[in-house]
């Protein structure tokens, strides 16, 4: 395209961003380069910063990236304070830098700033404020202040649940990340995850709701919603905490005996091998049915 096309500084930038998009990410530094100069830039100015460190984050090049991405944040507030979205974009991938390199308050402090400009201009529902809670759940956790940390993951998981264009991939890695970075290495007790009943039941309904629920992708997020009510639903405590966690075992089942054929469908296909899923699910289920068992000892035999 772009040796069939004259040189323009925005057909460069497009093909740098798609190049960015398919992770190759030198050849968009090269594309982004080739815009500036086309554009008759001596420096680089705030849109050059930001494409470039972009590039040059994903390579893994923090050092070089933070001070580009840092002066082009600078640039927008003195060229375009207003624009509270960009700027929040900016934060957010300053963030994102930061958190990479270690420096979590600092990127905590990038993501909290993102939070409220998106959450001042365009809102709580969108799915931008939902990135914005996202990135700043996992610096507050890698900063050590987990449960801050846990709040805005809920958040951030209520967000992805509830909006339009619903997409299966961050529901599975957000609830992955409760579990294994908050729940698993004991930062939290399991009981915590009851908190995600209700965004995981909204985000179900919705996946129904636009047919999302009748592939192997599918299959692994039910599993997944499955394991974390699982984990937090024992036969144990007063009758009220029986009641409540026998209603999440429930869900669980339902989710767990939905997952099972479209996971095992998508190994046989040949699609993907996803044995290990399908053992969980079998697990799973015992699980479930030895605390149902229990929480019928409890009921009596008029139950």
């Known amino acids: 395209l772009a040796k069939r096309t004259p040189p323009h500084p925005a057909t460069l930038i497009n093909l740098g961003t798609?190049?960015?998009?398919?992770?190759?990410?030198?050849?968009?530094?090269?594309?982004?380069?080739?815009?500036?100069?086309?554009?008759?830039?001596?420096?680089?100015?705030?849109?050059?910063?930001?494409?470039?460190?972009?590039?040059?984050?994903?390579?893994?090049?923090?050092?070089?990236?933070?001070?580009?991405?840092e002066k082009a944040l600078d640039l927008y507030y003195k060229e375009e304070p207003d624009d509270d979205v960009t700027l929040a974009k900016l934060h957010g991938t300053v963030?994102?830098?930061?958190?990479?390199?270690?420096?979590?308050?600092?990127?905590?402090?990038?993501?909290?700033?993102?939070?409220?400009?998106?959450?001042?201009?365009?809102?709580?529902?969108?799915?931008?404020?939902?990135?914005?809670?996202?990135?700043?759940?996992?610096?507050?956790?890698?900063?050590?202040?987990?449960?801050?940390?846990?709040?805005?993951?809920?958040?951030?998981?209520?967000?992805?649940?509830?909006?339009?264009?619903?997409?299966?991939?961050?529901?599975?890695?957000?609830?992955?990340?409760?579990?294994?970075?908050?729940?698993n290495p004991g930062h939290l007790p399991a009981e915590e995850l009851q908190q995600l009943e209700g965004p995981i039941e909204i985000a179900v309904k919705n996946m129904v709701h636009r047919g999302l629920d009748q592939d192997g992708n599918a299959g692994v997020v039910f599993e997944r919603m499955?394991?974390?009510?699982?984990?937090?639903?024992?036969?144990?405590?007063?009758?009220?905490?029986?009641?409540?966690?026998?209603?999440?075992?429930?869900?669980?089942r339902y989710l767990l005996v939905r997952a099972g054929p479209l996971v095992e469908a998508t190994t046989a296909s040949g699609e993907a091998d996803l044995t290990g899923i399908s053992a969980l699910i079998h697990m799973e289920l015992q699980i479930l049915d030895s605390q149902d068992a229990l929480y019928q000892k409890v009921l009596g035999p008029s139950a």
């Open 226 to 252: 499955a394991q974390a009510l699982v984990r937090c639903s024992t036969a144990q405590g007063d009758f009220e905490e029986q009641e409540a966690a026998s209603r999440r075992r429930k869900l669980a």
């Open 18 to 69: 798609v190049y960015n998009m398919l992770r190759e990410h030198e050849k968009a530094q090269e594309y982004f380069e080739a815009a500036m100069e086309v554009a008759g830039h001596e420096e680089p100015d705030k849109d050059d910063l930001w494409n470039i460190g972009i590039a040059k984050k994903h390579m893994g090049q923090y050092e070089e990236a933070l001070p580009m991405l």
């Open 95 to 183: 963030g994102s830098c930061y958190d990479l390199m270690g420096r979590a308050e600092e990127a905590v402090s990038q993501f909290s700033q993102a939070r409220v400009l998106y959450g001042r201009s365009i809102g709580p529902e969108s799915p931008l404020y939902g990135s914005a809670c996202e990135g700043l759940a996992k610096a507050l956790i890698h900063a050590g202040r987990v449960e801050e940390g846990w709040d805005r993951l809920q958040e951030a998981l209520l967000n992805y649940a509830e909006k339009d264009a619903i997409h299966p991939t961050p529901i599975f890695e957000l609830l992955g990340y409760a579990l294994d970075e908050v729940v």
